[in-house]
Structure formats: structure tokens, C-alpha cells
């Protein structure tokens, strides 16, 4: 843990644990104070632990008065402690350092703390049962080959069916396309009709694109536990892929941890940028609209409609107007969240929290502050572009009976596809 922290002390980490002054701005930004008033929880908290022990190991002095100094050695008692509050006490959703007066970057301080733990073996079981799965397997559900296969010309017979064309194609292993597509592992297990919305779209576009049986799982859930070397491999096969069937462009799926993971931490892991063009399908939907290769039926949908903005995709992503472009092309009756876009609340799932079961009472605790918002809305649909905050707001809405439906915009977009005949 100590080899790590070294690792980690440049300007950026040293700024952040000498210069926080526990103002507690940040408290009312965390939806886990928000949803428990304990001071634990307070992100500031969390800087305070690394920084102690940052200062015992570092600064003499410091450990020479640890009453003083508040310095604390790495033993049992700080490794728990750690295990809570970096791992159990937060998404990562990065709404906290906006509303810092100083910018003291916690995210950053939460995930060095994450990474190590992880190094030293102490990852949560069951988060670290998923990274496994993926190592071993090439998808964090370990779905074997034949059964994907066979969902995927499952999806693609019934939307042959649906579009009355045998030309819709769900391909897979092709070269030479100009879209490799990816998938987060959750659809062909359990929202296959998400796989054939954006074959769909694909279909209307005209697109060359494929899937890969080999590596098609957007999700990097390394990126959570912030192990170097897990992560790196993740993201080692899906850049070899795209290599390997000579696409143009990947695109990563509606996954928010899984399009920061790849498009803007690889770089980083991998050591170079990356050089093929990477989307989120978002972007990529957006492109088709403006570019005229789609056509949507504005007047199709006149139930209410609001909007859940993904952590990863909109607020470290920079991804907030491109969806909304998309729903006001299909929704007559489209409204926000209170607040929404970079400050949204973040619904509870990401950072590996559903991975995580051992949280599960705590994270839906933080949930009711985001199915509050939806109530209040008084939408019956809610669109999300990520996976992980389906499954939450489909558990949300079963918990608290919001009695909404939860789709993704793939599934919006493809529900208003007009086909040229």
C-alpha cells in the first residue's frame, strides 16, 4: 500500500491532501451525507484519512505528535476504515469537487485510496469476483461463446421479423467495417432488446459495423477497484481487437464508467493515445441525426419524459447536450431533473456499487434521494444512457414504486425510427 502511495504523490495528490481546509462545502454535494447526515460520510473525510496517512509516513514531526498531527500508521483498524469509506461510502460520481471551494480533487484522493487496497489484495470479494470474470472470460458475466452467439441470431431473427427485411443484420467478426460496436455483458444476458435497438439503428443508417465474439464488453470494472494492471489488460483487448478486425471507429455503448474507462483512461494505462476514432454511441446517434442518414417520428411519443444524466458520461465526460438534442426530437413532453446535467444527483449505481453487495442496504438508502427526483418530475419514462443506472433505477423503481419505466436512448431512438421502404 505504501509502494502505491509513493507511486501516487505527484503535484496533483500532494496539492489535494495539503490543501483541503474541511470547510464542508463538499458535504452537501455527496448524496451519501445527503442520505445519512453522518459526518463519515463527508467527502472531506475522505481526503483527512489518505492525508493522515500521508502525514505519519512522510512527515516526522507529524508522527512524532499524532495527537496533534492527526497522522495514523496503516494497521487493522485504518485498513477497515479505508475499505468503508473508499469503497463503501463512494461512487466516484465527482459531484463533490465542483462544489469545493478550493478544488481539492476527491475523486482523485478516493481513488488512490482504491488502488491501494487493491494492490494489497483487499478489494471488496465481490467486486473483485467481476474483474476476474473478465479477466478469465473476456466479459464480467463469463457469458461462453455459443450462448452469446446464439442470443445475437436470436435478436437478429426477431428483427427481421419486426422491420420485414432479411437484409437487418446483427454481424459478427467482420473486417474491415467502419463501427466495431461494443456491448455491456448485462444485454445479451438480461436486455437483449437493447442489443437489436441499436442493430436498429445501425440498420436505418446503412452502417457497416459488427460485433465481436471475441471482445465486446464495454464495462472495465478495474477502473473501480483502480488495480493498474487489471485495468490495463481490459483495455489492452479491446484496443487489440479493434486492431484485429481493422475497424475505423469503435463504439462504446451506453455504458458511463465503461466510455471514461476506455476513451479517456486507457491512454493512460496503455501508455499512447489511441489511434482509431472512439464514440460513445450517444455521439454516435447524434451524428446520424445530423447528418440526415436517420429519420425519427417527432409526434410517436406523448408520455412524459425525463432524463437521468450518467456521473462518468456528463459530468467527467463532458456528454450533456447530445442526448437531450435526441429526446426533443422524439418527446413532445420532455422534463428535467432538479438539478440535472454536470450537477446531476448521482442515482446511486456507479463506482462498482452494484457490483458490491455487501452495500446494498447503503446504496439504495442514496437511491431515494434520485427516485425523489424522478417522482417529482412526474414522468412515466426515464432515458439513461448507461447500463449501471438502469439496473439502479430499475431496483429504485421496484423499491420505492415509482411505477416508471426505465429505457435507454437506444431503445427511445429505435421505438421512433421511421424506415425508408
Request: aromatic share 8%.
Amino acid at each position: 500500500m505504501l509502494q502505491v502511495l509513493a507511486s501516487k504523490l505527484d503535484s496533483h495528490l500532494l496539492t489535494s491532501l495539503n490543501a483541503c481546509v474541511r470547510c464542508g462545502l463538499c458535504a452537501e454535494s455527496c448524496v451519501y451525507y445527503q442520505a445519512s447526515g453522518d459526518e463519515r460520510m463527508i467527502p472531506a473525510r475522505k481526503v483527512e484519512l489518505l492525508g493522515s496517512i500521508y502525514k505519519y509516513y512522510y512527515r516526522p514531526q507529524a508522527r512524532l505528535l499524532p495527537v496533534i498531527s492527526g497522522a495514523r500508521a496503516i494497521n487493522g483498524r485504518t485498513v477497515t476504515e479505508m475499505i468503508d469509506l473508499f469503497f463503501g461510502a463512494c461512487t466516484g460520481c465527482g459531484r463533490c469537487e465542483p462544489h469545493c471551494s478550493i478544488g481539492v480533487a476527491i475523486a482523485h484522493v478516493n481513488a488512490v485510496g482504491r488502488a491501494m487496497l487493491s494492490e494489497a489484495g483487499l478489494t471488496p470479494a465481490s467486486l473483485q469476483s467481476t474483474v476476474n470474470a473478465a479477466l478469465e472470460t473476456g466479459n464480467n458475466m463469463a457469458i461462453p461463446t455459443d450462448e452469446f452467439v446464439d442470443t445475437i441470431r436470436w435478436m437478429e431473427e426477431e428483427m427481421q421479423d419486426e422491420i420485414s427485411d432479411t437484409r437487418a443484420r446483427i454481424p459478427l467478426d467482420e473486417t474491415d467495417v467502419n463501427v466495431l460496436y461494443t456491448l455491456n455483458p448485462r444485454e445479451p444476458k438480461f436486455f437483449p432488446l437493447s442489443i437489436s435497438a441499436m442493430a436498429k439503428v445501425f440498420y436505418a443508417a446503412g452502417e457497416s459495423w459488427t460485433l465481436s465474439t471475441r471482445m465486446y464488453d464495454v464495462t472495465n470494472y478495474a477502473f473501480f477497484s483502480n488495480h493498474a494492471a487489471e485495468s490495463r489488460l481490459i483495455a489492452e483487448r479491446l484496443r487489440d481487437e479493434v486492431f484485429h478486425l481493422r475497424a475505423k471507429t469503435l463504439v462504446l455503448a451506453e455504458c458511463g464508467h465503461g466510455s471514461r474507462a476506455f476513451r479517456w483512461e486507457a491512454p493512460n494505462y496503455l501508455g499512447h493515445a489511441l489511434p482509431f476514432e472512439t464514440l460513445t454511441s450517444v455521439e454516435l446517434i447524434h451524428r446520424y441525426i445530423t447528418q440526415k442518414r436517420i429519420r425519427l417520428d417527432g409526434k410517436r411519443l406523448k408520455e412524459r419524459i425525463t432524463l437521468h444524466d450518467p456521473c462518468n458520461l456528463v459530468r467527467s465526460g463532458g456528454i450533456i447536450q447530445e442526448q437531450r438534442d435526441i429526446i426533443h426530437r422524439i418527446a413532445e413532453d420532455f422534463e428535467e431533473m432538479t438539478p440535472h446535467g454536470a450537477d446531476n444527483l448521482c442515482c446511486g449505481g456507479g463506482g462498482g456499487q452494484l457490483a458490491m453487495s455487501e452495500y446494498n442496504e447503503r446504496r439504495l438508502k442514496i437511491g431515494e434521494l434520485k427516485a425523489d427526483q424522478i417522482r417529482k418530475t412526474g414522468a412515466s419514462i426515464v432515458i439513461t444512457p448507461c447500463h449501471n443506472c438502469v439496473d439502479q433505477l430499475s431496483q429504485l423503481n421496484f423499491t420505492y414504486k415509482l411505477g416508471v419505466r426505465i429505457m435507454t436512448l437506444a431503445e427511445l431512438v429505435a421505438d421512433a425510427l421511421i424506415f425508408d421502404q
